[in-house]
Nanobody, 121 residues
């Protein structure tokens, strides 16, 4: 069982930056692929970024590539999403997700409660 708690969301002007954090419970954090998804009002949830358990590989949606950076600290059981050059279209609830097989399947079984990111123009 993995419990995930996101933090770091807020209101920022376009062009600004935010760093999201996701703290995970459990002693086998490094075994889990971690990912960030987001859901904007009236839209379906979409993939943002993922990172392997070791941190050796990362993946990004085209819409955030070059602006967002995912990282993890396995000693702290935490994954981060550094978001730079934010745009109004990045406004959404951001969710952290975890799964042992998430990197290969794209499916994640554990989810956090979400944190709101609002980018004003």
């Amino acid at each position: 069982q993995v419990q995930l708690v996101e933090s770091g969301g807020g209101l920022v002007q376009a062009g600004g930056s935010l760093r999201l954090s996701c703290a995970a419970s459990g002693r086998t954090f490094s075994n889990y692929a971690m990912a960030w998804f987001r859901q904007a009002p009236g839209k379906e949830r979409e993939f943002v970024s993922a990172i392997k358990g070791s941190g050796a590989s990362t993946a990004y949606a085209n819409s955030v590539k070059g602006r967002f950076t995912i990282s993890r600290d396995n000693a702290k059981n935490t994954v981060y999403l550094q978001m730079n050059s934010l745009k109004p279209e990045d406004t959404a609830v951001y969710y952290c997700a975890a799964d042992l097989r998430g990197w290969s399947t794209g499916q994640y079984g554990y989810w956090g409660q979400g944190t709101q990111v609002t980018v004003s123009s």
